[in-house]
Antibody
Framework: QLQLQESGPGLVKPSETLSLTCTVSGYSLPNSIYYWGWIRQSPGRGLEWIATVYYSGSTFYNPSLKSRVTISIDTSKNQFSLKLSSVTAADTAVYYC???????????????WGQGTLVTVSS | DIVMTQSPDSLAVSLGERATINCKSSQTVLYSAKNKNYLAWYQQKPGQPPKLLISWASTRESGVPDRFSGSGSGTDFTLTISSLQAEDVAVYYCQQYYTTPPTFGGGTRVEI
């Protein structure tokens, strides 16, 4: 059974970098036919796609966040990660990792989600 | 970006009655060459992540009760719960994946 689990600090100071990791179990990332992504949810912005990565290292970013976001993958650890720099209070949200549900396609529905992790930006 | 607009924001439905949620996209999400609508529906309960109910506008995911159905094409879509059950109380979202970035509607809260 495929499962995803987010991990990382729940509190980040303004102007610092938010770093999260998603650990995938029940599915092997090396040579995966699926893409993997990050989505966040906040009362003010709703559900917002952040970025997507493939096992090969190919990446796709939301233009609205691209200048501040890095997504990466470590297939040896079966993990992928998110870094968001220069955070402000507007980046306070629940961050989810998820699988893109159509094989070999970077943009599709999201069929498996982690439970989410709340990240608060505050000094 | 494609803007997804859901209506109503919330609705109250009696147990066993029909619930209808609408989703409108600012441009078509129908890929004519494949005759597929690039639209999904999700259910989110408090403290849980969104759960995929329907993809390609009308294809139910495995395990999703058949009282949930999706319809529509182009820019106008509907999620119907034919006979509302207590466990269906949740917020429902539509999402387009026709273009990047994928975008979500603002959600519709369904209550008893």
């Amino acid at each position: 059974q495929l499962q995803l689990q987010e991990s990382g600090p729940g509190l980040v100071k303004p102007s610092e970098t938010l770093s999260l990791t998603c650990t995938v179990s029940g599915y092997s990332l090396p040579n995966s036919i699926y893409y993997w992504g990050w989505i966040r949810q906040s009362p003010g912005r709703g559900l917002e796609w952040i970025a997507t990565v493939y096992y090969s290292g190919s990446t796709f970013y939301n233009p609205s966040l691209k200048s501040r976001v890095t997504i990466s993958i470590d297939t040896s650890k079966n993990q992928f990660s998110l870094k968001l720099s220069s955070v402000t209070a507007a980046d306070t949200a629940v961050y989810y990792c998820a699988r893109i549900g159509s094989p070999l396609v970077p943009n599709s529905h999201f069929d498996y989600w982690g439970q989410g992790t709340l990240v608060t930006v505050s000094s | 970006d494609i803007v997804m607009t859901q209506s109503p924001d919330s609705l109250a439905v009696s147990l066993g009655e029909r619930a209808t949620i609408n989703c409108k996209s600012s441009q078509t999400v129908l890929y004519s060459a494949k005759n597929k609508n690039y639209l999904a529906w999700y259910q989110q309960k408090p403290g849980q992540p969104p759960k995929l109910l329907i993809s390609w506008a009308s294809t139910r995911e495995s395990g999703v009760p058949d009282r949930f159905s999706g319809s529509g094409s182009g820019t106008d879509f509907t999620l119907t719960i034919s006979s509302l059950q207590a466990e269906d109380v949740a917020v429902y979202y539509c999402q387009q994946y026709y273009t990047t970035p994928p975008t979500f509607g603002g959600g519709t809260r369904v209550e008893i």
